[in-house]
């Protein structure tokens, strides 16, 4: 069995490897069946936030919620690529603090 490898020096996107996927179906010589799926490379992380208060805006009859979390999260640009595989956990520390951990 052969394979080839592509190498680059960029950072490359889904649609580069669409492109390179597509040509390589064209060549007569290859058999489209059997060529392997592509992808990037992927990870994943656990984000733990400490320090949020647990009330929104100074309401101490509001409590944050997890779909409050992941509203924030979403309109924040240093999580645009982020992609959450479940809902934020909530603990507050302690019953009598004011502080929690995501």
């Known amino acids: 069995m052969s394979s080839i490898t592509v190498i680059t020096n960029k950072v ?3 649609s580069d490897l669409y492109i390179i996927e597509n040509y390589i179906k064209k060549i007569d010589d290859i058999d489209s069946i059997n060529i392997d799926i592509h992808c990037l490379p992927q990870s994943k992380s656990y984000l733990k936030i400490i320090g949020i208060s647990y009330f929104l805006h100074d309401n101490l009859n509001e409590c ?6 992941e509203n924030i999260i979403k309109q924040n640009q240093i999580f645009d690529n982020v992609v959450l595989t479940s809902k934020p956990y909530i603990i507050k520390i302690s019953p009598k603090s004011n502080i929690l951990i995501i």
């Open 12 to 14: 490359v996107v889904q």
């Open 64 to 69: 944050l919620t997890s779909n409050n979390i």
